[in-house]
């Protein structure tokens, strides 16, 4: 431990004897400074024991040593050595007063005793504190590295949390915990998700403090002190450690601290070495997928994806565009990673969490796929979580039914098919069977279409608009009787001879034959894509149109 005024106070070398506060001699002391200005203060930082021999001061005044021992005591000044038999024979009871009534401690320091001798033996102090400081952090150091590579992370943050006399948690980079030590800290350490996530969203390394005196959140002073720290090497960060103590950290415990946040970093890059290495295994493994060859795909992946292909699961494709692609870019610089990489990391956090394998494959620059388990937690979660993160990074996703081995390369056609109508819908996330459980029409809501339908029925409403009949009701009524006439006729309320003679108009305008079902079908679907009118209601002055038509 550092030196304190006790310690000096007990060196037989030094002769110092207390004349005030006596009750404050457990004071660190972090320097030893001389000075003779009538303020010091300015040039002081607290912790120092100022050395004086009053040369420039009435030391006989009280008033001014008053005010003088005052402002030392509010600078946090350890304490006041007063050098007798030079300027005074002894301390002037006007400083000594002046110490008791505030309680700083007030030494008496003897002519033979040369304020150097004092320098020395607090610099010797404070170098044989700092060296037991070092080496019991090599020796901390040791045993966390043993246990990170003998046992993992959570018998570091056992060894850490036993060393600092408090807790340590590991959050992933989404801000959950991973491990904490002791087990109780797991709820405490749930608690700072919000202050974990604050911290991630700064460049690697960044630390803040939270609760205690020097977190400067007096609503949580009552709370131990928690010391968090950024994990990672890039920009992004990958993870972080939380420490709570009773107090802030010694320079022991911050060795510690240190070395914990080494280890662990080296541990996340270390594991995004070997999930590289897995991408290129799943790559393979998702090839001989869609290539119809599950067996040779269960071999390859072994036990790497725990059961992955041995139940049903989800195919999902990402992609991201062009926009979001381009401001990552642009924000290189400022810390921020490609989108892709923001949602791959999302999506394994989720599967980590929920305790279900995942297979995730980059498929170029811009678009990646992943395999995820059907069992219920992770599919939930991820297609919710990923809606997030797409939304946030610009990415587009497609997700398949579930499906099985055999049918791994129907399920990656119908996450393009989705991934297609995310696309052109603007939206973040279509599941599959949104598109097989609903209507086909929303799937042709995009202005091409529009444009076809809205072409392909112009000269039926050029000629409605001008009087000369309701040739697209017509057409929309008779199309929906499936051509049964009487139906149809009397939907609109007029003879069916007048509806023969409308349905003869309507070939005759669009040089087109209604016996032909390809025909019949653009043209119900041209009604369905554009806003259509309502039926009207018959005429009283319509009469029905010439003889001519017949049944025949």
Do not use: C
């Amino acid at each position: 431990m550092p030196p304190t005024l006790a310690s000096l106070v007990q060196h037989s070398a030094l002769h110092l004897t207390v004349h005030a506060g006596e009750d404050r001699l457990s004071t660190p002391v972090r320097w030893v400074h001389a000075s003779e200005l009538p303020d010091p203060v300015p040039y002081m930082e607290g912790g120092e024991l100022l050395l004086i021999t009053a040369t420039t001061l009435d030391a006989t005044d009280p008033g001014a040593m008053r005010r003088y021992v005052r402002r030392l005591a509010d600078a946090g000044v350890a304490g006041l050595g007063f050098a007798v038999g030079v300027n005074y024979e002894d301390i002037p009871e006007a400083l000594v007063g002046a110490a008791r009534e505030v309680g700083l401690p007030l030494l008496a320091v003897p002519r033979r005793t040369p304020f150097l001798a004092i320098s020395k033996a607090v610099s010797a102090a404070l170098a044989a504190d700092q060296y037991r400081a070092v080496t019991a952090g090599f020796e901390v150091q040791r045993e966390l590295t043993r246990a990170a590579l003998s046992q993992g992370p959570a018998a570091l943050l056992e060894r850490l949390a036993a060393h600092v006399d408090g807790w340590a948690a590991l959050y992933d980079a989404s801000g959950a915990v991973v491990a904490a030590a002791p087990e109780w800290a797991a709820r405490r350490a749930a608690r700072l998700t919000a202050e974990v996530e604050r911290l991630g969203e700064r460049p690697a390394p960044a630390s803040a403090v939270v609760g205690g005196a020097d977190s400067g959140d007096a609503s949580r002073d009552a709370e131990d002190r928690v010391e968090l720290q950024s994990l990672g090497t890039g920009r992004r960060v990958r993870g972080a450690l939380a420490v709570g103590t009773g107090a802030a950290l010694g320079t022991a415990e911050r060795y510690a601290v240190h070395s914990a946040v080494a280890l662990l970093t080296l541990t996340t890059e270390r594991s995004r070495a070997l999930q590289a290495a897995e991408q290129r295994l799943g790559a393979a493994v998702l090839r001989m997928l869609l290539s119809g060859q599950p067996d040779h795909a269960r071999t390859v992946a072994g036990d790497l994806y725990g059961g992955l292909l041995d139940a049903p699961f989800r195919l999902l494709i990402a992609e991201s565009t062009a926009s979001s692609v381009s401001a990552a870019a642009a924000q290189e610089g400022a810390g921020t990673d490609h989108p892709l990489q923001v949602l791959t990391d999302a999506i394994e956090a989720v599967a980590s969490r929920a305790g279900e394998p995942v297979l995730v494959v980059p498929d170029g620059e811009h678009r990646l796929a992943a395999v995820a388990s059907d069992g219920g937690a992770v599919t939930a979660s991820l297609s919710r979580y990923a809606l997030l993160e797409a939304e946030e990074t610009g990415a587009v996703i497609g997700l398949s039914a579930p499906t099985g081995p055999i049918a791994t390369a129907g399920a990656y056609k119908q996450a393009e098919q989705a991934l297609s109508v995310a696309r052109r819908r603007g939206m973040a996330l279509v599941e599959h069977e949104e598109l097989a459980a609903g209507s086909i029409l929303p799937l042709l809501a995009d202005d091409a279409v529009r444009a076809f339908a809205e072409g392909m029925l112009r000269a039926l409403r050029d000629h409605d608009a001008k009087g000369r009949g309701d040739l697209v009701a017509s057409l929309r009524a008779w199309l929906s009787r499936h051509g049964q006439w009487d139906a149809a006729a009397a939907d609109l309320g007029v003879h069916r001879h007048t509806l023969r003679y409308r349905m003869r108009r309507v070939e005759e305008i669009l040089g087109r034959s209604l016996d032909d079902p390809d025909v019949r079908m653009e043209l119900w679907l041209a009604l369905k894509t554009t806003a259509a009118p309502t039926l009207p209601a018959p005429s009283a002055s319509e009469a029905p149109e010439p003889r001519e038509e017949s049944d025949q």
